[in-house]
T-cell receptor, first 110, second 114 residues
């Protein structure tokens, strides 16, 4: 089976930096994706990593270490609107399958 | 202009009824999915269709049946609804099998079974 773990909840201060970790144990890894989901809304794509290293997209960066089965999402210059759930998802190389972690609920406080 | 649309947005029904949720994407994507998100916000894949062919069928009850009349549509039919089916159901699509293709999600259908 597939196993993807994330912290359940995190709190951070507006303007700060927060790192959300994701560890995974899967067969046939073919990429790791991060999605943002605001309460009552659909998940929206943030970033993906296929190779090891850091991918930067504005205030958001994502890192991947395939040998360690580890990824993190880094959010800089936090804003109140960043309060949301952040979902880590692993894509497998068979049958176009995606498996999501349980999500990390981030609360940004003033 | 909506990329992935679902209807209805809310569905309240009684146990034992049969219901359908419709999904359409206008992105020209090859693959469509159905996910169930429970009260704990865990997003679990249910089905995936690639060019009208089922390629994933997770351990969901056979009361759930996906139907894809064409590449742009993937409907979800549920027979004999149970209380435990109450959840938010998301439809999604992606362009293909390459690792770079992210999924686009519909707005979700909140199903409440009473």
């Amino acid at each position: 089976g597939q196993n993807i773990d994330q912290p359940t909840e995190m709190t951070a201060t507006e303007g700060a930096i927060v790192q959300i970790n994701c560890t995974y144990q899967t067969s046939g890894f073919n990429g790791l994706f991060w999605y943002q989901q605001h309460a009552g809304e659909a998940p929206t794509f943030l970033s993906y990593n296929v190779l090891d290293g850091l991918e930067e997209k504005g205030r958001f960066s994502s890192f991947l270490s395939r040998s360690k089965g580890y990824s993190y999402l880094l959010l800089k210059e936090l804003q109140m609107k960043d309060s949301a759930s952040y979902l880590c998802a692993v894509r497998l190389n068979t049958g176009n399958q995606f498996y999501f972690g349980t999500g990390t609920s981030l609360t940004v406080i003033p | 202009d909506t990329a992935v649309s679902q209807t209805p947005k809310y569905l309240v029904t009684q146990m034992g009824n049969d219901k359908s949720i419709k999904c359409e994407q206008n992105l020209g994507h090859d693959t469509m999915y159905w996910y169930k998100q429970d009260s704990k916000k865990f997003l679990k894949i249910m089905f995936s269709y690639n060019n009208k062919e089922l390629i994933i069928n997770e351990t969901v009850p056979n009361r759930f049946s996906p139907k894809s009349p064409d590449k742009a549509h993937l409907n979800l039919h549920i027979n004999s609804l149970e209380l435990g089916d109450s959840a938010v159901y998301f439809c999604a699509s992606s362009q293909g099998a390459a690792a770079t293709y992210e999924q686009y999600f519909g707005p979700g259908t909140r199903l409440t079974v009473t």
